[in-house]
């Protein structure tokens, strides 16, 4: 049709085509567009580029409804592989449930982020797997990419109004919802009492006949941007001419609404038409605001008027991400290949390994030490000064839980009373453990070996 028309000279302004073809200028030149949909593989290489997120995980959900999110997948797919992106794609039936713990497995050992590409539902499914592998805790995004987050294109919220209403919840601090059309847009006073106004004439021409479904409000804003540019522009060459050239004037009137901004029409909003004869988009990018506990926009992408490149803004200052300024990294927490955790690992064990050995000196340092002052308690400060004196009279007496190899009997003292003389280089007292096995004796040392006389007493 553009082609006909363009050959004709007659004006086209379209609410829903964006062909590249159509932006050639010598090829349509009467034909405008103010689609609302901005190129979603556009706009999710712009913003990946702009997060400098090089490798990601998507995951597409199979679910019939999913038709949009299908297209929008094919989209952003093909164009990741132009814009530096390396990702991993994999298509499951997340609204049904199916499958979503081996997912995650795989997602975590390849990135961070998560391109959803499905319905609320699915999504929902994705989060309370996910808490249960405790990966809702701010290291792993979520990114969802819908058209608008309004209940005709499918509402992403954590309330459903059933047990796992809490957990999502929490949940959703890890999740960023990327709308393709301007959020703020659809939320104006201006733009709301039109939809009323709309409603109201639909049912005075109907025999008021009630509405079946909500209007596409998107698709409604858009022609009437359209008819009211398109009037503009009538206007404005009857002013300058007095009245229209003769024939269908297409090319007169769309050159001068190319490179324009209209920022007072009736739908509101500010509407800019770009060099290509396409108006120029806004979308956002929405994290959980933990006070509102929805998904709030806090950047922005304005449309640059370069062919499909963007500019992003930060809206307000606030935390965006489990209360901090900036989102995690791409690469997944173990590395690419894996080997951050393995050498965390080896690490771990050495550093165990290290202070088991350490406690162990120390448990001997300490065990020696409460003998020496066991010993001091019984024999005195100069129990180690060994004469014959003080061996005829000390009574040694020593505690300890002894078991015989061969006859076990409950805990024992064994008491050493020496009957022989000897020199003190001559005397040793000698003390080993083996297991629970302990022996105290006597040895003497003189050209033969002897042993005193040691009396056991139970």
Sequence with gaps: MSDLLGNYDVLL????????????????????????????????????????????????????????????FSQITAKLVDCGVT?????APFSAGSSISRILMEFKRKSRVFLYFGEPPGLRNLLVAAVEFKMTHGDYVYLAICQLNIAHFGLFTWQQHDEDDEKVKMAYRSVLLLSIM???????????????????????????????????VTALTASHAATEIAGIAVMEAVERHGELPAGDNGQLLANSILNRTYPHLGVGGIWRMGSFGIILHTVQLGSFDVEEQ?????????????????SWARMHSRPIWHGRQFLPPDLPLCGL??????????????VV???AVVLVTLAGILGSLRKIHR???????????????????????????????????????IVYRPTHHYQPWQQLIFHSTFGSLAIYSISIFNGLLEFPHCYIFS
């Design 13 to 72: 302004i379209t609410s829903g085509g964006s062909d590249r073809l159509m932006r050639d200028r010598q090829r349509c030149p009467t034909f405008l567009s103010t689609t609302p949909y901005a190129q979603s593989g556009a706009v999710v290489c712009s913003l990946l580029n702009a997060l400098n997120w090089t490798t990601v995980f998507i995951g597409l959900d199979s679910q019939p409804k999913a038709s949009y999110h299908q297209f929008s």
């Design 182 to 216: 301007d959020e703020e847009l659809y939320g104006l006073p201006s733009f709301l009492s039109l939809v009323q106004e709309w409603a109201v004439r639909y049912q005075s021409m109907f025999n008021n006949t009630v509405l079946d479904n909500d209007l596409r």
């Design 294 to 310: 929805f998904l709030k926009g806090f950047l922005r992408g304005t449309e640059t008027g370069v062919f499909e490149t963007y």
């Design 337 to 350: 290949d894996g080997a951050a955790c393995h050498s965390d690992q080896l690490f771990s064990v050495e």
């Design 353 to 355: 390994g290290g202070c």
């Design 87 to 91: 990702f991993t794609a994999t298509t």
């Design 375 to 413: 010993s001091r308690f019984i024999f005195g400060s100069d129990w180690w000064k060994l004469n014959d004196t003080a061996l005829d009279t000390a009574l040694c007496t020593f505690k300890s839980n002894v078991y015989h190899l061969t006859n076990p009997e409950p805990p024992f003292e």
